[in-house]
């Protein structure tokens, strides 16, 4: 197993949630304190894992409303 950063292992924790369903697309993230608890870790982690999710396609933020689920698969089928 290659070595991950944590929020590496944190963005393909959530990706996986995802996949299953949770949340749905079209459904909101939690936000990102909630995050930081349900993994234990830091807010600044959580806020790589999302750019994370967002460069693999799986998440779109709006400012001020959060995060949404707009595939439930990685671009690529990774």
């Known amino acids: 197993m290659e070595p991950k950063y944590v929020w590496q292992e944190v963005a393909d ?3 996986e ?3 299953a369903g ?3 697309v079209g459904g909101r ?3 990102e304190r ?4 349900q993994h234990g870790v830091a807010l600044n982690t959580i806020r790589r894992a999302v750019r994370e999710l967002r460069e693999r ?3 779109a ?4 409303k959060g995060t949404f ?3 439930a698969e990685p671009e690529g089928g990774e």
């Open 13 to 15: 924790a959530i990706t």
């Open 17 to 19: 949630e995802i996949k």
């Open 22 to 24: 949770r949340p749905p």
């Open 29 to 31: 993230l939690p936000n």
């Open 34 to 37: 909630e995050l930081a608890a």
């Open 57 to 59: 396609g799986l998440v």
């Open 61 to 64: 933020t709006l400012p001020n």
């Open 69 to 71: 689920v707009v595939r």
